[in-house]
């Protein structure tokens, strides 16, 4: 079964300035994806970034970008220009490729705090 | 077609009792999810349906909960002889499942349960 660590249960940053939230997990999957989710606080879940496992590649996505490990099964999140408007819980999450049994796994959550 | 609408938003309910809540996930997508989040976790998968078929159940899905998506289009899920464990905000997603690779799933705003 694949797990999703997210070791930070709180964090907080200074407007403008820039972030990282740490993500590990476990598989022994070898083609797989993981993704960011933002939730704000009494807001729906969005997509933050995704990163194809097979992609050496760490995706960005304007202020996101994440630092893809795989051999570390690392996967951390920065942030980069911190805005009011980040504050929410950020989820990170596993999905295996392709199969049946292959919803998505999350973590527990880092509680993002962006100070003005 | 404006994303994936959860009804009801909340639900009261005494324990002992059945609900059922419904989820309209977005039409061009084939697959549907259902997830238990409690405060301050990420979600936990329960189920999940591609078209119209139920392809997995968590061990979290009592036999008290049932899952149907008829049709392949809305889904509800009922929890019979509701308990207090229960409380919790039930979330739905919906993605498309083709050969290339997963674009994330687009969640609901939730169901939050509360039983008293």
């Known amino acids: 079964a694949q797990t999703v660590t997210q070791s930070q249960p709180e964090m907080s940053v200074q407007e403008a300035e820039t972030v990282t939230l740490s993500c590990t997990y476990d598989t022994s999957e070898n083609n797989y994806y993981l993704f960011w989710y933002k939730q704000p606080p009494s807001r729906q879940m969005i997509l933050v970034i995704r990163?194809?496992?097979?992609?050496?590649q760490n995706a960005t996505e304007n202020r996101f970008s994440v630092n893809f490990q795989k051999a570390a099964k690392s996967f951390s999140l920065k942030i980069s220009d911190s805005q009011l408007g980040d504050t929410a819980m950020y989820f990170c999450a596993f999905m295996k490729h392709g199969g049946l049994n292959n919803d998505m796994r999350f973590g527990a959550g880092t509680r993002l705090t962006v100070k003005p | 077609d404006t994303g994936v609408s959860q009804d009801p938003r909340h639900k009261i309910t005494k324990r002992g009792q059945n609900v059922t809540f419904r989820c309209d996930p977005i039409?061009?997508?084939?697959?549907l999810y259902w997830y238990r989040q409690t405060l301050g976790q990420g979600p936990e998968f329960l189920t999940y349906f591609q078209n119209e078929a139920q392809l997995e159940k968590s061990r979290l899905l009592s036999d008290r909960f049932s899952a149907e998506r008829p049709k392949g289009s809305f889904s509800t899920l009922e929890i019979q002889r509701t308990e207090q464990g229960d409380s919790a905000m039930y979330l739905c997603?919906?993605?498309?499942?083709?050969?290339?690779?997963?674009?994330?799933?687009?969640f609901g705003s939730g169901t939050r349960l509360t039983v008293v």
């Open positions: 990163q194809e496992a097979y992609k050496q």
């Open positions: 997603a919906s993605s498309f499942l083709w050969t290339g690779s997963p674009l994330g799933y687009t």
């Open positions: 039409s061009e997508h084939n697959r």
